[in-house]
Each structure stands twice: as structure tokens, then as C-alpha cells.
């Protein structure tokens, strides 16, 4: 059985396979998430919410701060339900996480305690972009 590196950021998510932790990287699956590329006013309506409390009256509510985190806790989401169902495949037994660090957050918030029991290390690091050498020298 292999080990699994996730490479991954809030619109990008590599995953790679290698036999043993000096052994050749393959990348094996790539994800990406183009919502959490767009700017807000794209991913919100014109006009902010507003909420009436009947104590203290009303306040509006701060869709642009929060849409763009909407969208990577939902990617992260995605990416975990891929992971579970490698795990649950039997196709590593080791998983390695190197990610943005607030992405890496929101993954350990989608993780059930299967999967987080097969972490290895994790580093919160955004090496999406990198090559091979670079992911590899942080796995040492």
C-alpha cells in the first residue's frame, strides 16, 4: 500500500501517490474549485442580507467577507470526501498533507477520525505550484 501527498489551497488540490517516503512521486489526481477563483461581487446577490433581532433591531449580514470561505469549506469538503474514499479503498495508508494554511484548518475540520488517523505529518505551506522537488523536500 502507497502514501498519498495532498498538495492543496482553496482552488487547487494535487493529490500524488509514492510506494515509500524516498520512493518516486506520481500525481494521480488533480482537483480544482474555479468558484473559489472569483471575485465576491460574483458569488453574492447585489444587496447584503439583513436580519431583524427583535431585541436589539436589525443588523445586516457580511456576505462578502463570507461567500469566498463558503467556497473553500466546500472544496475542502469535496477533497476530504476524496481522501475517505481512498482510505476507504485501501489505496494508502499513509496521507501526507501540505496545504495553504487556513485551507489546512478547514481540512481538519472536514476530516472524520478515520482519515485523521492516517496522517503523517502535515505542513501549512501553499505549494500548489511547485514541482516535484520542492513538495518532496518538504517530506524530508
Known amino acids: 500500500m502507497s502514501n498519498w501527498i495532498v498538495v492543496a489551497n482553496a482552488t487547487r488540490a494535487r493529490i500524488f501517490e509514492a510506494s515509500a517516503s524516498d520512493s518516486e512521486m506520481r500525481e494521480i489526481e488533480t482537483l480544482v474549485h474555479p468558484e473559489s477563483r472569483q471575485h465576491e461581487g460574483d458569488l453574492i446577490s447585489d444587496h447584503a442580507g439583513h436580519v431583524y433581532n427583535g431585541t436589539t433591531g436589525g443588523h ?18 469535496n477533497l476530504c470526501d476524496t481522501l475517505e474514499h481512498g482510505r476507504n479503498s485501501g489505496r494508502f495508508h499513509k496521507l501526507y498533507l501540505i496545504a495553504a494554511p487556513q485551507f489546512l484548518g478547514l481540512l ?32 524530508r
Not at 456576505?63 to 469549506?73: F, G, N, P, S, Y
Not at 496522517?119 to 511547485?130: I, P, S, Y
Open 60 to 77: 445586516s449580514i457580511d456576505r462578502l467577507h463570507t461567500a469566498k470561505q463558503q467556497e473553500a469549506d466546500e472544496f475542502a469538503r
Open 108 to 139: 481538519r475540520k472536514h476530516m472524520g477520525k478515520p482519515l485523521q488517523d492516517t496522517v503523517g505529518h502535515e505542513f501549512a505551506k501553499d505549494l500548489t505550484m511547485a514541482g516535484e522537488a520542492q513538495i518532496r523536500s518538504m517530506m
